[in-house]
């Protein structure tokens, strides 16, 4: 139970909805397929009275798992059915139900049920992780709850204490730059003196190690959980801004608790998030945005996009990795992307703004209410449009003009001061017909962070956990505003893992795919590229041949791309369209035909092995070219690289015509120094 619930996937139980509908022979059918629904589907298929042993000779999962599953739901059974006993809710607690599914069960509310426990005394006691496998006495202060047994938490002193949230568990939109954050906030409370606990339950996180915090309670990232956790450590305040959305998301349930948020208010997070709050900010400091709304329904959400015409961007709030964020370009675009959306239960409205196809620029800061400190200035190659995890980034910004640059630092400043922002922000901007407009404000730290850290040498986040303790960037050592470039280029490289998501769409977009990074750093921008392009996994030429099919609006713009891998000895394949369009431009080419139609085909020359990269543009919307999809899909799980946006493919060819393998100089970016004082 606590597994399912420390995956945050809206799922904190085996109760779901997924098999509404279904009869028992439909149930009995899907214990055939072997995915991540299947232990919610075993124990919907006991509730139906299908035994354990069925299950098992179905699944082949051992009968000790399916038993475990069965003594859920017999619980889960009894507190549908029985009157709620002091007996019975010990008996749920022992089993990890949380008391709101015991309130959703019981027709009562959730303060009901935690008032019951109080009443009865069943709260939660703290085991201590044995680390030394029973062989020798373990000391480590490193605990799970659970409501049984004898509580072996005895070390709660009445030192200042800070609780530290870590990012939970990691997915797409919110990796492991998060636990950095994380880690680095807690050396800098320890190294101040207070006592330092963190809350996550991820294993492969360096927050997890047990020496790093005081204390370590490896537990899900919830409500009741968190509170389980305060009531025993009863901490001077917490740091939620450098736990991604995760650990933003339970400012609320934390300040109820009487927990007092240190850094940036929740006021100040949620008046970035606000859009009326938000735009009579940017109106008071004169800083443009793109025209956008606010809507709950898809009827509404229509109404906003034929106001601002098309193509919009529509996205859920308080999102990370741009989950559920899409690109309309009609109305039932529109629809089809807010039932998408509204399959989960939105608190907060979904925002439908003008999209503007511009250059994409991003800035981590650190304030401490008065001034600010900007590392760099981050560069995306990628227009805007593609998620910013998704595009290559890179620092410093290369073809910004200095009156632009200025601009962009002093929208940061108004930003950061009309938010009260204490400690770090994220800004993303984007720069349309030579005005900056700002596209979102996160005062909480970003997948940013490490990166600029490490290439500038500037600690931001301990500078950012020196200003949440009230010191001030002047006094660290630090000339405020945006500070001087580093004499080196560096390139943050998105890394996909498409070839093992079978059927995943890899064509990128606003919502967040890569599910790591890279970095290529060098004296000069076209070797950082190379390098990068060579640490992402793209090692080109090896057979010289590439395909190339894009959609109409692209295929302007595909010609000089063409004609320079065609001047680099690439034999290239196309489809009659963009066939056409390169010959009539005087790039050659050889026309191939599309999947339905006569040998050969674009599929027969991805099966032969021999094409070393397709440069693929899908349509925009939501009827995209099921062909498209097909030699994508087999491209990628034949090994070949597939470039899916027109920015990428320029990198690329910019990197192989002005780098070489033999002529990389290395870098040791250990090197780098540290900047300023950051006294000790």
């Known amino acids: 139970m606590k597994a399912i619930r420390s995956l945050e996937q809206h799922v904190d139980s085996l109760i779901v909805n997924y098999y509404e509908g279904f009869t028992d022979e439909d149930i009995k059918d899907e214990l ?37 599953i069965e003594r859920l739901v017999r ?9 709620l006993t002091r007996e019975l809710l010990f008996e749920s607690k022992r089993m990890e139900f949380p008391d709101k599914v015991i309130a959703k069960i019981t027709g009562k509310t959730e303060k009901e049920i935690y008032d019951c426990r109080i009443k009865e005394n069943i709260i939660a006691g703290f085991k201590m992780v044995d680390t030394c496998a029973a062989e020798f006495e373990a000391v480590t202060p490193y605990y799970y709850s659970c409501f049984d047994g004898e509580n072996e938490n005895t070390s709660v002193t009445d030192k200042k204490k800070v609780l530290v949230l870590g990012s ?21 409370f320890s190294k101040a003196g207070y006592e330092t606990i963190i809350i996550n339950n991820n294993p492969e996180t360096v927050s997890t190690d047990f020496d790093i915090a005081d204390k370590l309670y490896f537990e899900p990232l919830t409500p009741e959980d968190v509170r389980n956790v305060v009531e025993l450590e009863k901490p001077y ?18 300040m109820e608790m009487g927990v007092k948020i240190l850094g940036t208010s929740a006021e100040d997070v949620d008046a970035a998030e606000d859009r009326e709050i938000f735009d009579n900010i940017l109106n008071e400091t004169g800083i443009p945005r793109a025209s956008g709304g606010t809507v709950f329904t898809a009827d509404e959400a229509v109404e906003v996009a034929n106001r601002l015409g098309y193509p919009v961007l529509v996205r859920p709030s308080y999102v990370l990795g741009g989950a559920g964020m899409r690109i309309a370009i009609s109305d039932s675009d529109i629809r089809e992307y807010i039932g998408i959306i509204n399959r989960n239960v939105q608190e907060h409205p979904i925002l439908v703004d003008k999209y503007l196809m511009g250059e994409e620029l991003e800035v981590d800061a650190v304030c401490d209410g008065e001034d600010i400190l900007i590392p760099g200035i981050m560069q995306h190659i990628e227009r805007a449009g ?11 910004s290369q073809n910004i003009s200095a009156e632009l640059i200025e601009r962009i630092e002093d929208y940061t400043r108004k930003l950061a001061k009309s938010l009260h922002v204490i400690g770090l922000v994220n800004i993303q901007f984007i720069i349309y017909e030579n005005e900056v407009y700002v596209i979102e404000v996160n005062p909480r730290s970003s997948r940013t962070v490490p990166y600029i850290s490490k290439v500038t040498g500037i600690p931001i986040v301990e500078l950012a956990a020196k200003v949440i303790m009230g010191e001030k960037i002047r006094d660290l050592g630090f000339e405020p505003g945006l500070q001087k470039e580093a004499p080196y280029v560096a390139v943050k490289m998105p ?77 290239i394949y196309a489809t009659r369209g963009t066939a056409e369009v390169l010959k009539n431009n005087g790039v050659e080419v050889t026309q191939v035909n599309k999947l339905e139609q006569a040998a050969p085909t674009l599929m027969d020359l991805l099966l032969a092995h021999n094409i070393d990269l397709v440069i693929d543009t899908p349509s925009k919307g939501a009827g ?15 090994g070949v690289s597939v470039i899916t946006a027109l920015d990428t493919a320029t990198a690329l060819l910019r990197s192989l015509t002005n780098s070489h393998k033999d002529e990389l100089e290395m ?14």
């Open 32 to 68: 055939q397929k072997v995915d991540d629904r299947r232990i919610f589907l075993i124990a919907e298929a006991i509730r139906r009275g299908i035994t354990p042993e069925y299950i098992h000779s179905i699944t082949k999962i051992d009968e000790w798992f399916i038993d475990k």
């Open 75 to 83: 619980c889960e059974l009894r507190l549908k059915n029985e009157e």
């Open 168 to 188: 939970g568990p990691i997915r797409i939109g919110q990796g492991i730059e998060f636990d950095f954050c994380s880690v680095h906030c807690v050396w800098a």
């Open 237 to 254: 305040g917490a740091v939620v801004q450098f736990g991604g959305q995760t650990a933003i998301g339970l400012t609320k349930a934390l």
């Open 386 to 396: 593609i998620h910013s995890g998704d595009s290559i980034s890179v620092y410093p």
């Open 495 to 571: 890394v996909f893992s498409f070839e093992k998501l079978r059927g995943a769409e890899i064509s990128l977009g606003p919502e967040m795919k890569s599910t790591g990074e890279c970095l290529g750093i060098a004296k000069t921008f076209d070797e950082a590229l190379f390098k990068a392009f060579l640490g992402a996994g793209i090692d080109l030429p090896i057979h010289k041949k590439m395909i190339i099919t894009v959609c109409d609006e692209d295929k302007k713009e595909i010609v000089p791309i063409a004609a320079g891998f065609s001047k680099l000895g690439y034999e």
């Open 624 to 638: 995209k070219s099921k062909d498209g999809f097909l030699i994508r899909r087999v491209a990628i799980e034949t």
């Open 667 to 680: 870098i040791d970016i250990a090197t780098v120094a540290r900047r300023g004082n950051t006294n000790g």
